[in-house]
């Protein structure tokens, strides 16, 4: 079945750029999705990209997506304490298929 | 919109107890997700419905649990009888699920279930 992997742990120091890496395995991902979920929250949609897009900017934020590799990736510039949260990756096909849902990265952000 | 409204917040309570979750959806929303959270297994999707029907229930643990779709608006999920590894937060999500889009889940704030 659908596979999405993520890295556990990020740290970082605020001011540095964040980079969260993903890797899916199913060729037919048409929709990706970032989620960010602050302690005690739900997961809250932070941004998504198309399967024929390959980047996306939305102000700090930078999706980029390498569909040969199949390969998401969310960069946060300037990063602040207020970023550190989990980030999942997740991907669906249509719109009618459920997402798969990474494990979820953990950025801690270090003044 | 409220967003996805999720009832309680927190519960308490003894091994073999009944619980009832709680969720509201969005308006509009035709498409309902009850999911688990864990640290040793992560968001484990239970079950969703599309225009009120399960569709997929694979999720679901065991037979102690259940989840209803009374109508468009509203979802419940039981537990009876409760045990201690059911100690989790438990999340409800809505979408719009359309052929030609996906929009992604909107997601409640959850309900912390702790089974003592």
């Known amino acids: 079945g659908e596979d999405v992997e993520q890295s556990l742990f990020l740290s970082v120091r605020e001011g540095d750029s964040s980079v969260i890496n993903c890797t899916y395995t199913?060729?037919?991902?048409?929709?990706l999705y970032w989620y960010k979920q602050e302690p005690g929250a739900g997961l809250q949609l932070l941004t998504y990209?198309?399967?024929?897009?390959d980047m996306k900017q939305d102000q700090r934020l930078t999706v980029l997506l390498n569909k040969k590799d199949k390969h998401l990736s969310l960069r946060i510039a300037d990063t602040q304490t207020g970023d550190s949260a989990i980030y999942f990756c997740a991907e669906t096909y249509s719109g009618y298929s459920t997402l798969t849902f990474g494990k979820g990265t953990m950025l801690l952000v270090s003044p | 919109d409220a967003g996805v409204i999720q009832s309680p917040r927190h519960e308490v309570t003894e091994m073999g107890q009944e619980v009832t979750l709680r969720c509201k959806l969005i308006s509009g929303h035709n498409s309902l997700f009850w999911y688990r959270q864990t640290m040793m297994r992560g968001l484990e999707l239970l079950i969703y419905f599309n225009n009120n029907v399960p569709i997929d229930d694979s999720g679901m643990p065991e037979d102690r649990f259940s989840a209803k779709m009374p109508n468009a608006s509203f979802s419940t999920l039981k537990i009876q009888p409760s045990e201690p590894r059911d100690s989790a937060v438990y999340f409800c999500a809505s979408s719009l699920a359309r052929r030609q889009a996906h929009y992604g889940y909107t997601f409640g704030s959850g309900t912390r279930l702790t089974v003592v």
């Open positions: 199913d060729s037919s991902s048409t929709y």
């Open positions: 990209i198309f399967s024929n897009m």
